[in-house]
């Protein structure tokens, strides 16, 4: 038995009322420009409260820059 498809998101309904029109290539770029821009500024927006809760440094992150995490057999 196939397992029933998840109804779609309020976001996906949303894109799917503004496809129903059909734009210049250029508006269609705009958009999409837009929605890149949205997403980091909210991925942006929580590392920096993640930063902030637990008072991370500078120095920190140059820690993490010069660490190597490799899964052993991955190479």
């Given at each position: 038995?196939?397992a029933?498809?998840?109804p779609l998101?309020?976001?996906?309904?949303?894109?799917?009322?503004?496809?129903?029109?059909?734009?210049?290539?250029?508006?269609?770029?705009?958009?999409?420009l837009?929605?890149g821009?949205?997403?980091a500024?909210?991925?942006?927006?929580?590392?920096?409260?993640?930063?902030?809760?637990?008072?991370?440094s500078p120095?920190?992150?140059?820690?993490?820059?010069?660490e190597?995490?490799?899964?052993?057999?991955?190479?």
């Amino acid at each position: 038995m196939m397992a029933a498809k998840p109804p779609l998101t309020n976001l996906q309904l949303e894109l799917l009322k503004l496809y129903a029109h059909q734009l210049p290539e250029d508006q269609l770029l705009e958009i999409k420009l837009l929605l890149g821009r949205y997403f980091a500024q909210k991925a942006t927006d929580a590392m920096q409260k993640t930063w902030q809760e637990q008072q991370l440094s500078p120095e920190d992150m140059k820690k993490w820059a010069n660490e190597h995490h490799r899964i052993k057999g991955s190479h």
